[in-house]
């Protein structure tokens, strides 16, 4: 009995020592569930326990992981966008496109120079200016230009005022933004030289040529009447002005036109006026004015322009030798009484020989008068048309480079002494 008790008594011990060890082991295991789930987010694949206590991170150490962090995976996306694919046109927002810099353009940022007192002191010096301009089209000296010309008096002869006209619409043509602007600059400009203002916007083939003669109506008051004719269509625009009606005048609007721009269009419509002209085809107008048919003045003008037209192509064609290509291409496209004359033209500026032309064309005039004319009269008349129109044409050949040919004429007035030089 005795035995037993003690065994009982040393069951009950050993049982009391066994529970506290017991619930300090479960106290153990649940801590150490408890940190392996806490630290499942930085280490899920951990199978076992740290051999060390978990230390927890300090709230530096949380700053410092944030400022290191990487960025939003929007943000990660929208870099590997830009690094491996390249961005379409439709991505970039509209940006303006400027044209590259040259010689006609000031560079960004910078005011056009201005002309300089003495580069357009002369004549001379105007025209050497006129003729390079399609080389170095600094079009923000036109309006200085167009005062010059009034001052040494180019708008004083109708076909050198012509020409003028056609140099000015040229530059104001092929400067649609800044050709508006070049024309309040041009005035005050008297109320007769106007006209080369009002012929030049007309003359421009701009689209909007009749908004900027009605802009610029209040400068010239009394003007209205040419400016209105133009606006409502009685009086034709260049490209629609035919060279009968035109005659010599509208050839050096048209060269004026080509000095400013280098377009062969301008060119091209000056052809038909070669059929007037001396060597022309015999069945055709010449060959029926000089065996005595239809002696009257519209004839003289017509024999004039077509003169003034063969020598011009000639003449300017010895310097600018692109134009005889010009010819040649256009030799196929023209009638006979076109084509044969041209020929001509190809041929005396192959050779430098357009004096022959002049020479010619300068006889053929007077034939046309002789028939026309009394031998009084015949002297004055000769000396105020035709004479006159091919002795202009030395100013719009300086025009072009050509000044050798200007020496025996006078610029800016005295056409009729420059005329008669021209007949020797």
Not at 378 to 405: E, H, P, W
């Amino acid at each position: 009995m005795r035995i037993a008790t003690t065994l009982a008594l040393a069951a009950i011990g050993v049982l009391s020592a066994a529970t506290p060890c017991a619930a300090q082991s479960g106290a153990v295991f649940l801590a150490q569930n408890s940190s392996s789930v806490s630290k499942s987010t930085v280490s899920p694949r951990r199978l076992s326990p740290p051999e060390s206590p978990a230390v927890q991170p300090s709230s530096e150490d949380t700053t410092a992981r944030e400022e290191v962090a990487p960025p939003p995976p929007q943000q990660r996306a929208v870099v590997r966008t830009q690094q491996i694919r390249p961005v379409s046109p439709q991505q970039v927002a509209p940006q303006h496109i400027y044209a590259r810099p040259t010689l006609s353009t000031p560079p960004a940022g910078t005011a056009p120079a201005a002309s300089s007192p003495s580069e357009f002191s002369s004549a001379e010096r105007l025209l050497d200016w006129v003729s390079n301009y399609r080389d170095r089209p600094e079009y923000w000296k036109v309006p200085d230009a167009v005062h010059a010309m009034r001052d040494h008096g180019l708008f004083k002869d109708e076909e050198q005022r012509w020409f003028c006209a056609g140099f000015i619409a040229g530059v104001l043509g092929t400067n649609p933004n800044d050709g508006p602007g070049l024309i309040p600059r041009m005035f005050p400009m008297p109320p007769k030289e106007q006209e080369v203002i009002i012929r030049a916007i007309a003359y421009s083939g701009r689209p909007d040529w009749q908004d900027l003669l009605t802009k610029n109506a209040d400068k010239m008051p009394l003007r209205q009447p040419l400016i209105e004719d133009f606006i409502n269509g009685r009086r034709p625009t260049l490209q629609k002005l035919g060279l009968e009606l035109g005659g010599a005048q509208a050839v050096y609007a048209h060269w004026g036109y080509y000095a400013a721009t280098g377009q062969h269009e301008p060119v091209i419509r000056i052809l038909p006026a070669l059929q007037w002209s001396k060597g022309a085809s015999e069945e055709g107008f010449f060959g029926k004015l000089t065996s005595g048919w239809g002696s009257t003045a519209k004839n003289l003008d017509m024999v004039t322009t077509g003169g003034t037209a063969k020598w011009t192509l000639a003449s300017y064609a010895e310097r600018d030798r692109d134009l005889i290509n010009l010819y040649r291409s256009e030799v196929p496209n023209q009638p006979e009484e076109i084509a044969k004359p041209l020929n001509d033209v190809i041929k005396a500026a192959e050779l430098f020989e357009a004096e022959k032309i002049r020479k010619e064309q300068y006889g053929a005039i007077e034939d046309a008068e002789r028939q026309q004319l009394t031998a009084e009269a015949g002297m004055s008349k000769g000396m105020t048309a035709g004479s006159i129109a091919i002795a202009t044409g030395c100013m719009a050949a300086t025009a072009l480079g050509q000044a050798q040919i200007a020496v025996p004429c006078v610029i800016g007035g005295a056409l009729y002494s420059g005329a008669a030089k021209l007949s020797r």
